[in-house]
């Protein structure tokens, strides 16, 4: 009888001892962290897997970005909608994405559109990276205008369906975002007016070698800039094939020593625009349905973590926060969210295979600030 008894003491206080543990049954969020860090690393061959230093450093970088991604799907209320995650930029701070990917565009003025003096952009998106949901809010408020769409636009135009749009680039450690938009929007409009079937590649790299006026190869240029010079001299660019076999020739890469492509091959350029088309989105849409694809300079701080969906929020759309190049390649008004198709320029990996979507007629990302519509000759 008193092993029964004693049994059932033991029992007692075992079971006593398991109530009064606090017991997590959620995994631990630094374990899992790190769990989709070591994922993160393999999967994007990161060089720092066995530097115990840099690999921390990162860790920690990598973990305020699943914050930041946490923060930036909260405003998700729609399936169309944005969605933010893992991209291979989130071992990188706020500065190194910026300096690394959109230190490149080095745009100019537009008349009638006015700068603040002594404003940094970084300073400036670090003050409004502070305030980003009442920054949202002030951004949503304002844009809350109906879009005026002329009535003979068709509701969808994708390019893409006509075997006119370029191949995907990416630019990798080049700053060249404004020349891969424009000559990429050139091809295009070639190919629309020549009515051919494919669109012919042509060379990058000779805008990048080459061009003048103010433009300084992969550390940077201007799309304005790079249309007048393409204008004023008449430049005729090299098909991708003649650049390749020009390397293959050589060996040696010279600055600027490529030939003009032949006459017939390729269209000069006879008039292009840079405009602010801000609040008059529905010349941009005009122009896309009726000729082709057009370039636009962009704000793509926010793009970081950027997978799919309809940008709708998160993407500040003042002139001075311009830092990116872009080609845009069509539209969509039929769902519920209206959208440009936006081919970027960082690889097939980035976002929706290589493009954005972003809404229509709220200037988001600053896609209406700059716009560059181009005529060939």
Not at 57 to 70: D, E, G, M, T, Y
Request: aromatic share 10%.
């Amino acid at each position: 009888m008193s092993e029964v008894i004693e049994m059932i003491l033991i029992l007692i206080i075992v079971t006593l001892c398991f109530l009064m543990i606090p017991f997590n049954l959620q995994p631990n969020a630094v374990i899992e962290a790190r769990k989709k860090f070591d994922l993160f690393i393999r999967l994007y061959d990161k060089p720092y897997r066995y530097n115990v230093r840099e690999y921390e450093h990162r860790f920690q970088i990598f973990r305020a970005s699943l914050n930041k991604i946490a923060s930036l799907n909260l405003r998700r209320v729609e399936n169309d909608t944005a969605i933010y995650g893992i991209t291979q930029y989130a071992d990188l701070t706020d500065q190194e994405f910026l300096f690394m990917n959109l230190a490149d565009l080095k745009h100019g003025l537009i008349p009638g559109i006015t700068i603040k003096e002594g404003v940094n952009p970084m300073d400036k998106f670090i003050i409004d990276s502070k305030s980003a949901e009442m920054k949202d809010n002030i951004i949503f408020s304002r844009a809350k205008r109906s879009l005026k769409i002329p009535n003979y636009l068709p509701k969808v135009v994708d390019w893409r369906l006509k075997n006119v749009i370029p191949s995907l680039k990416s630019q990798g450690n080049c700053g060249a975002c404004w020349a891969i938009s424009v000559v990429d929007t050139i091809a295009s409009l070639s190919a629309i007016k020549k009515g051919s079937k494919n669109v012919t590649e042509l060379c990058t790299e000779q805008i990048v070698d080459c061009a003048e006026n103010g433009n300084y190869g992969c550390d940077g240029g201007d799309t304005c800039r790079l249309l007048e010079w393409l204008q004023n001299e008449q430049i005729r660019l090299n098909t991708l094939q003649d650049c390749e076999s020009r390397h293959l020739s050589n060996g040696i890469k010279d600055r600027c020593k490529f030939p003009e492509a032949n006459k017939g091959d390729f269209m000069t350029v006879d008039r292009y625009s840079c405009v602010n088309l801000v609040n008059r989105e529905h010349l941009m849409l005009r122009y896309i349905a009726t000729h082709g694809p057009i370039v636009a300079a962009v704000n793509a701080l926010s793009w970081q973590y950027y997978l799919g969906g309809v940008v709708q929020y998160h993407c500040d759309g003042d002139y001075e926060d311009l830092n990116h190049a872009v080609e845009i390649v069509g539209y969509n008004l039929e769902g519920s969210i209206p959208y440009y198709w936006v081919k970027n320029s960082w690889g097939p990996n980035f976002g929706d295979h290589g493009y954005i979507k972003i809404e229509v007629g709220k200037n988001l990302c600053g896609i209406a600030n700059r716009v560059s519509f181009i005529e060939l000759a």
